[in-house]
């Protein structure tokens, strides 16, 4: 009789805290939580402030970015150096290491993090290139070794 009434016991008190608990968990997704301030979500990339030094290719850990530099020879003699940034975002291990590496703030990371996507392609992340006419200079393109 007695070991009833402790499991009785233990039962009500188990209702208890669970009615008065606060909750762990929200219901997602029509609650939604702020990630916290340094939280890495979704990536941003700034070509302005981009300097196409290639710092970030050499350090990301899962060969994610890719640094595409073109050498443009006008035919007046000016020179210019400028390119594009590829990232294949589906292998990003969110380590923070090229916003880390790149001294001129171009990497940040945002506080998104909603990444599902339907398909691998859609995981590129491309930056524009400036529009060059080709008939009127010379361009050499590589990428950072
Ligand atoms: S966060 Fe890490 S894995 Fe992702 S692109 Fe930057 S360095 Fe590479
Ligand atoms: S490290 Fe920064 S400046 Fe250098 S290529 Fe990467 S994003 Fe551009």
Do not use: N, W
């Not at 009785?8 to 008065?20: F, I, K, N, R, T």
């Not at 981009?50 to 640094?67: E, F, H, S």
């Not at 380590?95 to 691998?120: D, K, L, M, N, V």
């Amino acid at each position: 009789m007695a070991q009833k009434y402790t499991i009785a016991a233990m039962a009500m008190e188990l209702m208890e805290s669970l009615l008065v608990r606060k909750r762990a968990t929200v219901l997602y997704p029509i609650e939604r939580l702020e990630p916290p301030e340094r939280f890495r979500g979704r990536l941003r990339y700034d070509p302005e402030s981009c300097t196409l030094c290639g710092l970030c290719q050499r350090d990301c850990p899962a060969d994610v970015i890719k640094v595409v530099r073109k050498r443009v020879e006008r035919e007046d003699g000016t020179k210019e150096l400028t390119g594009h940034l590829e990232f294949e975002m589906d292998r990003c291990l969110f380590c923070g290491q090229c916003a880390q590496s790149c001294r001129q703030g171009s990497i940040t990371f945002t506080r998104e993090f909603e990444h599902a996507q339907p398909t691998r392609d859609l995981f590129m992340m491309k930056s524009d290139s400036p529009e060059l006419d080709e008939g009127d200079c010379d361009v050499d393109e590589d990428t950072v070794p």
